[in-house]
């Protein structure tokens, strides 16, 4: 820090008055910037979240039991309390594997923050733990599909616990998604409070790779454009900026997003949603998808720009 004295002057009148006094002014390096607490907790929840001990986070296996061990213990070190049904919710359906059919035993995991104007309407915010496990000895360690999303949204509840939404929130890990949404499915259908008083779903599903084409995809205002102007006048974050669309008659096969992930249960429920996701990459789906080729400063940006997205929508709706 400069001392007072100096501070008072230009830089050319500060250089003048040390050179006068026969002592030469050392110049200032800026310091290289340092990441935040915030940055550095998102990239650590994704890497470990994505290590090769998760094995794939399946569902039912012992990597998704650790998955959801980790994932609880960060809600409770962030202070996010459990709903009065209990901080899981466990659920058993049949889901698809390439061998056909089969029974899944999967776990949700809950928090609830209070909001602050309209506590008795919830935005539910979801991001999916599991992934497709090991397969032919590879393990596939799914980073961005949904370490990613599951770090955004951790990283959205730490903001919220600094600062208090307007409308109560339910922070939702969902299992299951890959064996055919259904943590999602099951939530939808014993949801914690009335299903009428969920005001949307906020979906986060593969945040971490933008660089693809720079966007953040905003999938859902074509079915509720009411949400569409609560967030286009958003800026960019760096690299990255909001894209809308994948969900309209014209957008076809992977171009439509519209039941691409766990808001689709809610969408079938008729509970608004939006879905927040970058666009595919060569590495999804692929045992490729790990930790070293998710780039700090775009994730950071993507999941910057969707906590800047919440708080929009959370000033916005029922206003």
């Not at 006048?233 to 014209?250: E, H, I, R, S, Y």
């Not at 490729?288 to 720009?305: K, Y």
């Amino acid at each position: 820090m400069r001392h007072l004295r100096l501070a008072a002057l230009s830089p050319l009148a500060a250089v003048l008055l040390l050179s006068a006094c026969g002592t030469a002014p050392t110049p200032e390096v800026p310091a290289a910037p340092q990441p935040s607490a915030m940055h550095a907790q998102l990239l650590e929840d994704v890497r470990i979240l994505s290590a090769d001990d998760m094995q794939g986070r399946d569902t039912g296996a012992a990597g998704g039991a650790m998955a959801r061990a980790y994932i609880v213990g960060r809600l409770e070190a962030l202070g996010v309390a459990a709903p009065p049904m209990g901080r899981e919710q466990p659920w058993e359906m049949q889901g698809r594997t390439r061998e056909g059919p089969k029974t899944f035993n999967g776990v949700n995991v809950l928090g609830v923050i209070p909001g602050t104007r309209v506590a008795n309407r919830y935005i539910v915010v979801t991001a999916h733990y599991d992934h497709v496990g090991v397969s032919d000895g590879q393990v596939y360690n799914g980073a961005d599909d949904n370490a990613s999303g599951v770090a955004t949204m951790l990283a959205l509840a730490a903001d919220l616990k600094r600062q208090a939404p307007e409308h109560s929130v339910l922070i939702v890990a969902l299992d299951g998604e890959e064996r055919g949404l259904l943590g999602a499915r099951h939530f939808v259908e014993a949801p914690p409070v009335p299903l009428e008083s969920l005001a949307m779903n906020l979906n986060f599903d593969m945040t971490a790779r933008a660089e693809t084409d720079g966007k953040l995809w905003v999938t859902g205002t074509h079915q509720h454009p009411g949400f569409r102007p609560l967030l286009e006048a958003l800026p960019a974050n760096g690299a990255v900026a909001l894209a809308f669309g994948k969900d309209t008659p014209q957008d076809t096969g992977e171009d439509n997003w519209v039941n691409a992930s766990d808001h689709a249960a809610f969408h079938r429920a008729q509970v608004p949603f939006l879905y927040l996701g970058v666009n595919y990459h060569p590495d999804y789906h692929r045992p490729s998808d790990d930790f070293v080729t998710i780039t700090p400063s775009v994730f950071i940006s993507a999941t910057e720009l969707s906590i800047a997205s919440f708080r929009a929508l959370d000033r916005g709706l029922d206003r």
